[in-house]
């Protein structure tokens, strides 16, 4: 009796194509993180400006002497030797160098390497989203990801959950509303200024849409925007690895995997 | 409690393994060149763009536009024009063309010129703002008469590397007819310096800035440049770089 109530609270939860653009999409993401470091180590600098501008300069990595590293965030200083401006050059040894070695690829220093990786992987994460859109748009299934406005009362409520304010969370479907909120925003808002301020980097694509670029205050203001989106999207990644490693690791794992999802005490099916 | 620790150790092996799987993945011939397929996919799909880089105004000149090429020649020839103040500087146009010939700078300088206030954007990631004034490439070009089986524009310049390397780039025949590709004579205004190619550098702005060669001595109609240097179109591209560079 309890074996078939436990098999009935299994559900196919993500179709094939969601965890192929899933896992495809996570990669890429890993991977358009570190090359872009390994691009953004050639100029360890970021201007809120059009051009190139010292003096509106928002962020540098340096190496002032050897063996020390400094971050400069708004014009406070941060000493950061063995991480940020000098460490790892990834072939063994230490050197003058914005991200270190094990964050990047490739390891060592080579920005036209960094460039084909970027670029190529920039296609994989982007057609990834775009088979998910169009997949899910078909079947549906978008309206139980997306928040709405009768899912706002519900945030603060779920996340007293989280923090054990509250012993049980709000009624919610599939997607709890702190879920929906954050989804919404990294499918839908992130992950699109990524794309659009990377692209309003690029001379050529300026050339056919300087309104891009203009949108985003120019070349170097694209840059700052790109970075900014990228720390937001590693504070997501962080989120979202945390709550699957404790919101039932391999339940989370096998739903990602097989799709087969089990339902817990508080959650339905449908929204 | 173990439970997490596993779980933590996994994700940090999962973060630590990927430098060196990509640093792996990017030793791999096969896979690099893999990767180098997508700088194919965007010279079809924007390599012939009609689109003109945006004109800026004077006061969005950068005040200082920096220096990030190989040194200025040191060779005895570059001595000489520096010299006379390239009194004796002609640019060679050779190969596939009807009318091969040798411009002198009093020459260009004597046709229409053209001024843009464009952006150059580095590859390293940053930019700065000049007025150019020179001759549109296509016009120099129309004089030449290229065949029409040509295919690339090659620029042969004066520098060099440390290996002895001299540097070279090249566009095809589209990208070197853009209204806005130009042989600069002046930067700002100014005869250009030394430092930043003097007397005639080409100016790509719809294109990063290693297309935008220094020095430039020859103009060489081609249809192939397979068999130049490294073969792959120019010095950086050589070294990695795509050759389609506007992205």
Known sequence: MRYSSIVQRLVYRYALLTRLAHWFGAIAVAVLISSGLQIFNAAPYLDAADRSTPARRVLSIGSPADGVGQLTLFGHTFTTTGFLGWGSDGVGGETARAFPGWLTIPAYQDLADGRRWHLFFAWVASLAWLAWLVSSAIKGNLAEMVLRPSDLPKLLPMQAYYLRLRREPPPHGTYNPLQKAAYTFVLFVLAPLIVLTGLALSPGIDAIAHPLTVLFGGRQFARLWHFLGMLLFVGFALVHIFQVATQGFFNQMRSMISGWYRLRDHESVGP | ?247
Request: some cysteine; glycine content about 10%.
């Open chain 2, 1 to 247: 409690m173990k439970r997490r620790l596993f779980l933590a150790s996994s994700i940090a092996a999962a973060l630590g393994g990927c430098a060196p799987i990509g640093t792996a993945l990017n030793d791999n011939p096969g896979f690099h060149h893999l990767l180098g397929l997508e700088g194919a996919l965007d010279a079809a799909i924007l390599g012939n763009s009609a689109g003109l880089a945006r004109q800026y105004s004077v006061a969005d000149i950068s005040p200082h536009f920096p220096i990030d090429s190989l040194p200025t020649p040191t060779s005895s020839t570059y001595e000489a024009l520096l010299a006379n103040g390239f009194r004796s500087y002609a640019l060679a146009i050779s190969g596939a063309v009807e009318r091969p010939m040798r411009i002198p700078l009093a020459r260009l300088a004597g046709m229409a010129q053209q001024t843009q206030i464009t952006r150059h954007d580095c590859v390293e990631g940053w930019s700065a703002i000049g007025a150019w004034t020179g001759v549109p490439l296509r016009d120099v070009l129309r004089l030449a008469m290229p065949h029409r089986d040509a295919r690339y524009v090659v620029f042969r310049c004066m520098d060099r590397d440390d290996q002895g390397t001299p540097y070279y780039e090249s566009l095809d025949m589209a990208q070197a007819y853009h209204p806005q590709t130009l042989l600069a004579l002046q930067l700002n205004g100014r005869p250009i310096r030394p430092d930043h190619g003097a007397p005639v550098r080409l100016r790509v702005p719809t294109q990063l800035g290693y297309k935008s060669a220094k020095w430039v001595a020859e103009i060489q109609v081609v249809g192939s440049f397979a068999h130049l240097y490294g073969g792959k179109g120019g010095y950086w591209e050589d070294q990695g770089y795509e050759w389609y560079a506007g992205i």
